[in-house]
Nanobody, 114 residues
Framework: QVQLVESGGTLVQAGGSLRLSCAAS???????MGWYRQAPGKQRELVAH???????KYGDSVKGRFTISRDSAKNTVYLQMNSLKPEDTAVYYC?????????WGQGTQVTVSS
């Protein structure tokens, strides 16, 4: 059974940094993983994505500020967030697709104060 558990969200001041973690179980290290976020009243959007080979892509609003990485030995994906802005405030979700089925974690709240 696939499980994704996010952690690391908290309240941080604008300009600060935060690292989110997503611990995965029930999947193989060859699965691509992604971080998404959803702010109140807005659609869920892609933040960052990483393949099993380490190729990455980012949403336009976070390019140059956020970095996704993975530790395959620990089955954990990280999202390093720097130069945080109030508009980064959202619930951040971890995602993977296994056998064409979408799996999501419960989300972790990131709040950036101005």
């Amino acid at each position: 059974q696939v499980q994704l558990v996010e952690s690391g969200g908290t309240l941080v001041q604008a300009g600060g940094s935060l690292r989110l973690s997503c611990a995965a179980s029930g999947i193989f290290s060859r699965n691509a993983m992604g971080w998404y976020r959803q702010a109140p009243g807005k659609q869920r959007e892609l933040v960052a994505h990483i393949t099993s080979g380490g190729s990455t892509k980012y949403g336009d609003s976070v390019k140059g500020r956020f970095t996704i990485s993975r530790d395959s030995a620990k089955n954990t994906v990280y999202l390093q967030m720097n130069s945080l802005k109030p508009e980064d405030t959202a619930v951040y979700y971890c995602n993977t697709i296994v056998n064409y089925h979408d799996y999501w974690g419960q989300g972790t709240q990131v709040t950036v104060s101005s």
